[in-house]
């Protein structure tokens, strides 16, 4: 009886005296709110069937050197699973026609295949290189790669104003050991759910990129769109600037234009 | 024949709006120095040599319809042989719901090996053009090709063959004896006119690539035969009736990539001494590692074995033998790369060796530098008339 009674008064004491336990219950608030956002985020952009864009990269080394790229892409929403994607390019003309074909998943490595039209071959290509390069770009592949709610943990930083809009800032952490990131502080708009801004930290932690969002455009009532994203290396100095442009939903496109088969008359 | 086909593909051009047209071409100058003395004394120790080719496509009808015109010209300093045209692609498309139609010359590869392909044997090598046989001449077919959820389904018919490329007298990389390709021979009576068929069914399960095929005509591969006439020695290319049945797979595994290829032949011929039937594979791996010390550079290391069930005067170069190679890629705005490949015969130990580098110049040129050896040859072994013809090459192209 009177150790309950002890008990009962020194067991709040504890909870606020023992940093541990306090922590692990906001934490868990904390994880759980970074979730819902980021869940909320995905759930504002389901739904849009297909899409076609194109894309203008224009890429800045440091001494401010600048180079093109131009790229058009077709998406395939697939329930339950990553999108399906297919990326044509069009310059440099040296890499022109070639198609590359990949078939996203939530956890699972995606599925990738080359179309190389000098030699008419498409190859299945390891999709294990997340890190790595895209088109020599500041752009990893896992960066331009279907955003999936379960490619990562979460967790609710705080809130931050600017440019005159409430964000929400959470972290999020690649459940991928390959992925080339530790970490990553995204601000996200609470009244439409948006990224506008992404800090990417590298395996040792210490901030690497940031990629920010621009010019966004609402289409049939929904989806919001960037139509420019910059992305700066602070490590290298260099720039990757994506511009894009004609973006179209809803077009009727089928799961057989997304095949090898396809791949290799995409134009 | 060709002409029959330019004048099906030219009346089928479309007269509605353009639904989407473009055109790119592409020039460039090769230089090649010897590093031998050439064997005959009508070659010559370096080369220069220029080539144009050029694309144009055109959709419409929804895209439902497509025309595609790749004409490819020549012209080199010494080699007549060299000097040629062909015409690549010129092809009409018509898309009826998962079917395709194409009527016209194209060009299609079957496979999934680095070194060697066995199982790619629609169009003749162009290997005037380089040795490695990854240049193909066009080839005419009226083809059919029908996706259904149990894979792809495609049949060919091929109206007209196409002869094999080889140096002429002044041109290198070819063996001491002249190949005389105004004169060849075929086991068909119809000779070139000989209606060669194709069945291909290929499809994607899970992490597998597989492909089967069946391929019933003139073997692309010409044996060649010596011959004496008025005094002058030539070798003479003969075209034997082959059936071809092959398989190609590929099980992709993160950075691994497990492929074989392998074919049974059947040839029927006056020429065949012991062989009949032969069977050839090749297989191996593929490994890459990412991101090589903390930088954007990836390094690939390729190893395939090649085999060949053919012994003695008909062995090919492949019959025992293993390819090893290596590509570093570095990621960059120029797209720079080198490939270092090896291939070793195991039997009798001559090696054929294989250097690449290119690279991207500013946004509508590349470069590339490509050198290659034959070593370790003797009288018995296959590469032994190329034994002087180690080369270097140096390529600029500029794009259009």
């Known amino acids: 009886m009177f150790n309950n009674k002890i008990y009962a008064l020194i067991l709040p004491l504890l909870t606020m005296l023992l940093p541990g336990t306090a922590f692990s219950t906001d934490d868990a608030a904390l994880v759980k709110k970074g979730l819902e956002i980021a869940t909320e985020t995905d759930l504002r952009d389901k739904g849009f069937g297909d899409s076609s864009s194109s894309l203008e990269m224009v890429l800045r080394n440091r001494h401010g050197e600048t180079s093109e790229r131009q790229l058009r892409n077709k998406t395939l929403e697939v329930a339950n699973d990553g999108d399906k994607v297919i990326i044509i390019f069009d310059t440099p003309k040296d890499v022109k026609g070639t198609a590359f074909l990949s078939f996203t998943h939530k956890l699972e490595p995606d599925d990738q295949w080359l179309y190389l039209p000098a030699l008419k071959r498409v190859k299945r290509i390891a999709s294990r290189n997340k890190a790595g390069p895209f088109m020599g770009s500041e752009f990893a592949y896992e960066d331009i790669s279907s955003q999936e709610v379960e490619k990562y943990s979460y967790r609710y930083i705080k809130d931050e104003t600017f440019d005159g809009r409430d964000h929400f800032i959470i972290e999020r952490d690649p459940v991928d050991p390959r992925s080339g990131y530790k970490r990553q502080q995204v601000w996200i708009d609470k009244a439409e759910y948006r990224i506008w801004k992404i800090d990417f930290y590298d395996r040792k932690d210490s901030l690497l990129k940031t990629l920010s969002y621009n010019d966004y455009n609402q289409y049939i009532e929904k989806f919001w769109r960037a139509n420019i994203m910059k992305m700066i290396n602070h490590q290298t100095g260099k720039s990757t600037v994506l511009n894009w442009k004609d973006f179209s939903f809803q077009n009727g496109f089928n799961k057989n234009e997304f095949t090898k088969k396809s791949l290799k008359k995409a134009r | ?400």
């Open chain 2, 1 to 400: 024949m060709l002409n029959r086909f330019l004048i099906i593909s030219l009346a089928l051009l479309p007269l509605g709006p353009l639904d989407a047209a473009d055109w790119s071409a592409e020039i460039s100058i090769e230089a090649r120095h010897f590093f031998n003395d050439a064997l005959n004394p009508q070659q010559h120790g370096s080369n220069l040599s220029t080539t144009f080719e050029s694309e144009f496509y055109h959709d419409w009808d929804d895209d439902n319809q497509r025309i595609v015109f790749t004409p490819f010209a020549r012209i080199d300093q010494h080699d007549s042989e060299r000097s040629h045209v062909d015409l690549r692609e010129l092809y009409w498309r018509r898309t009826f719901n998962n079917t395709d139609l194409y009527i016209g010359i194209r060009k299609i590869f079957w496979g999934v090996t680095e070194s060697l392909h066995l199982v790619d044997i629609i169009n003749q090598s162009d290997t005037i053009e380089n040795i490695d046989g990854e240049d193909k001449l066009g080839q005419p077919m009226l083809s059919l090709s029908h996706a259904t959820e149990l894979g792809d389904w495609s049949l060919y018919l091929m109206p007209w063959f196409r002869e094999r490329t080889f140096a002429g007298i002044e041109g290198r990389l070819r063996p001491p004896i002249v190949i005389d390709q105004d004169n060849a021979q075929f086991e068909s009576g119809d000779e070139e006119r000989q209606v060669d068929s194709a069945l291909r069914w290929s499809h994607v399960i899970d992490d597998w690539d597989i492909g089967l095929s069946i391929f019933h005509g003139t073997d692309r591969t010409p044996q060649l035969i010596l011959q004496t006439n008025n005094g002058v020695t030539t070798l003479l290319p003969y075209y034997a009736q082959l059936d071809q049945l092959g398989l190609d797979a590929q099980y992709t595994y993160e950075s691994w990539l497990w492929k074989l290829e392998t074919v049974a032949r059947r040839h029927d011929n006056r020429f065949s001494l012991n062989f009949n039937r032969s069977k050839a594979a090749v297989g191996g791996f593929e490994y890459t590692w990412y991101g090589l010390f903390d930088s954007a550079t990836d390094i690939g290391l390729v190893m395939e074995y090649q085999y060949d069930s053919r012994e003695g005067k008909r062995a090919p170069i492949a019959n025992n033998d293993i390819a090893i190679g290596s590509r570093l890629t570095f990621n960059d705005a120029q797209d720079t790369s080198l490939l270092a490949l090896v291939a070793s015969d195991l039997d009798q130990r001559e090696r054929f060796i294989s250097l690449e580098g290119s690279r991207r110049l500013g946004g509508d040129m590349s470069a590339s530098i490509e050198a290659r050896f034959f070593s370790n040859t003797t009288p018995q072994t296959q590469l032994y008339s190329l034994r002087d013809d180690d080369y270097i090459e140096l390529l600029l192209t500029q794009y259009f």
